[in-house]
Nanobody
Framework: QVQLVESGGGLVQSGGSLRLSCAAS???????????MAWYRQPPGKQRELVAR???????DYVDSVKGRFTISRDNVKKTVNLQMNSLKPEDTAAYYC??????WGWGQGTQVTVSS
């Protein structure tokens, strides 16, 4: 069973930066390498949304609201996926999760990002 552990969240002022990391365990290297990985976020009282994803070929795309500010990356050897978040805004406040782009693995606990104005 795949386990996902997110880390790196915190409290930051508007305009600041954070780097989130997600480590996967319990899955074979080949399976992880082939998966399109994604970062999601869930603001308080709202639905979870996919904000960035990266394919096995390292092609990335983003939801419009984070384009130019967030960068997703992956390390297949370490089975990690990262999210560099710059120029953070209060509306980025949310719990952040990683998973495949179809949400097919079990959800981790997430990591909280709070951006103060």
């Amino acid at each position: 069973q795949v386990q996902l552990v997110e880390s790196g969240g915190g409290l930051v002022q508007s305009g600041g930066s954070l780097r989130l990391s997600c480590a996967a365990s319990g899955t074979m290297f080949r399976i992880y390498t082939m998966a399109t990985m994604a970062w999601y976020r869930q603001p308080p009282g709202k639905q979870r949304e996919l904000v960035a994803r990266i394919t096995s070929g390292f092609s990335a795309d983003y939801v419009d609201s984070v384009k130019g500010r967030f960068t997703i990356s992956r390390d297949n050897v370490k089975k990690t996926v990262n999210l560099q978040m710059n120029s953070l805004k209060p509306e980025d406040t949310a719990a952040y999760y990683c998973n495949t782009d179809s949400g097919s693995w079990g959800w981790g606990q997430g990591t909280q990002v709070t951006v103060s104005s």
